[in-house]
């Protein structure tokens, strides 16, 4: 019999041998349920969490499954107290219920529900949860504030208790809306997506970047058949959407607003960005109250791991419409993942990046960090700098500008982006290049022509900001050189990579580089940053400059 490639432990971390026969199927199992922690070369770390359990079995999994994969790849046997802690973790998934007090009346009271009033009675005499409930109807049911759905939701989490919310939503106002599969169709996993939210009320979808979540998107619109209000990053985000829709489905101009810094429409279906929503005007936050003052049937959240914490506070209020989250990742820098599994909604359906590679439905990539050395002079600098400015002096080498202009120069009639952090460091690296720069202070107009030519071919080498990380359809990128990054953020890096995974033509590889500076915190960062990589089955081949 052949030793698996993990080892779990009781401590409820698991360790994956990298260069087992079998770790690439393990790998792709664990993720339904385990969070990867750290990614050195040979032994990966992942964490079994309450809240990864949780998704998985709002998701569909049962503990036993989960158990079951944990036996199958175990190079040793799987401590009891793991497997009886994820069993009692999984079973804590819906013993809550929010519900109706009459569920055939949608306008009925709405109340917390448990056929085991211990657990009704612990939450009650919890100090943040008691001030959401009313007077005990029965041992088993308590009235909720009708404002408290989505606060509830929160705290029930926090305590470990998550609950299943049945009670229903708003209908909002119908709208017409169909697909039209002229020419193309939706994919096995796109429809098996729209399907699992269909079923689930709300929840979140995650696909890779490239892998068509604006179809899924468009799929919920067509099964919810309301108005719809789509919340974006960006305002070239917002015209893809609309573009999309008008391609895919059956609306028309007249039907789609923009709600952005530039325009203020409201239609049946209004496509609004974060920043709109959390500007605020005499220190309030306007423009919230005007988006839910309509009656929506669905919200659909774009890049949902990006939701700002206005835009929660919104949703907290907003739990009797429909909502689909739609990310590359679930994973939040703020560790705020708790609530989007309860203001959102659980994840409803995931399909692994190398599934869908191997389908041809992404292009595969490649994936290189370059080593680089800190030139002396700036050694030294950045030795006697203080904490907060080292991350800055190390990512932004001025060595970096010659070995991208070697990369480039590799990738000769390949189009290539050239993404960084720092406006400087851009800017020095765009007037050394001779090529456009993009960034935030970029008017959106010339943002869409510059990315239109350079889908177009017109253009082969764009130097970008971090407004590149965020739905922008960049089909022919074929190489992306990383020149500096939001310090260890994983989710910038599956936002990064995506940009490249759109199919090629030719069915050709991807190329990802990250250009880091050796023995400095560039390079602390950077590890961080690849474990959401190497979570997804990508690895990466380490270089030095001079084998370029």
């Given amino acids: 019999m052949t030793l698996g490639p993990l080892i779990v432990q009781s401590d409820h971390t698991v360790l994956l041998e990298v260069a087992h026969p079998d770790a690439e199927d393990a790998r792709h199992e664990l993720a339904v349920f385990a969070e990867l922690e750290r990614a050195p070369e040979h032994i990966h770390t992942y964490r079994v969490t309450r809240l990864g359990l949780w998704n998985a079995r709002a998701a569909g999994h049962t503990a036993e499954e989960i158990v079951a994969t944990l036996d199958r790849y175990a190079k040793f046997p799987v401590p009891t107290s793991v497997s009886g802690e994820i069993a009692d973790t999984m079973r804590r998934y819906g013993r809550l219920t929010i519900e109706r007090l009459d569920p055939a009346d949608a306008n009925s009271e709405l109340v917390v529900r448990s056929d085991e009033p211990a657990i009704l009675r612990e939450i009650a005499s919890a100090k943040k949860i008691a001030p959401l409930l009313g007077n005990k109807i029965d041992e088993r049911t308590y009235p909720v504030a009708a404002w408290a759905r989505g606060q509830l939701k929160q705290e029930l989490v926090a305590r470990g208790w998550p609950a299943e919310d049945l009670a229903g939503y708003t209908p909002g106002e119908p709208h017409s809306i169909e697909l039209v599969q002229d020419g193309w169709h939706m994919r096995d996993y796109q429809q098996k997506a729209v399907d699992a939210f269909s079923l689930g009320g709300s929840g979140v979808v995650v696909l890779p970047c490239g892998a068509g979540k604006t179809i899924v998107g468009a799929g919920a ?48 279906v209004t496509i609004a960005t974060y920043q709109i929503l959390t500007a605020k005007r005499r220190g309030e936050y306007a423009h919230l109250s005007l988006l839910n003052a309509h009656d929506w049937g669905l919200i659909v959240y774009d890049e949902v791991h990006l939701l700002p914490a206005p835009v929660f506070k919104l949703t907290a209020e907003l739990q009797a419409r429909r909502r689909i989250g739609l990310t590359a990742t679930l994973v939040r820098e703020d560790g705020r993942e708790g609530d989007v599994f309860s203001l959102i909604g659980p994840k409803r359906y995931d399909a692994a990046w190398k599934d869908i590679e191997a389908q041809g439905f992404i292009a595969p990539a490649e994936c290189f960090e370059v080593r680089v050395e800190l030139p002396e002079s700036e050694r030294f600098d950045y030795s006697i700098a203080e904490d907060q ?71 082969r080498l764009l130097v970008v900001s971090k407004v590149a990380n965020f739905s922008v359809d960049l089909p022919d990128a074929s190489v992306a050189i990383q020149i500096s990054g939001s310090f260890g953020s994983r989710q910038e890096e599956a936002q990064r990579l995506g940009r490249l995974l759109r199919p090629k033509p030719n069915g050709a590889s991807a190329s990802f580089y990250t250009l880091v500076t050796r023995d400095t915190v560039d390079q602390d960062f950077a590890q961080n940053r690849q474990r959401f990589l190497a979570e997804q089955g990508y690895a990466y081949t380490i270089m030095n400059a001079d084998e370029l």
């Fill in 221 to 268: 619109m067509a099964a919810v058949g309301a108005k719809t209000l789509i919340l974006v990053t960006n305002a070239v985000s917002a015209r893809q959407w609309r573009d999309e829709l008008l391609r895919r489905t059956s609306l028309t101009e007249d039907e789609i607003g923009e709600y952005s810094g530039q325009v203020k429409e409201v239609r049946a």
């Fill in 389 to 459: 400015d080292r991350y800055r002096i190390a990512s932004s080498a001025s060595v970096k500008e010659t070995i991208a202009r070697r990369i480039i120069e590799r990738h000769a009639g390949e189009s290539v982006l050239v993404i960084g952090q720092y406006i400087d460091q851009l800017e020095s690296m765009a007037e050394s290049l001779g090529c456009p720069l993009i960034t935030g202070q970029t008017p959106v107009d010339e943002r869409e022509r510059l990315f239109n030519e350079f889908r177009e071919g017109r253009e």
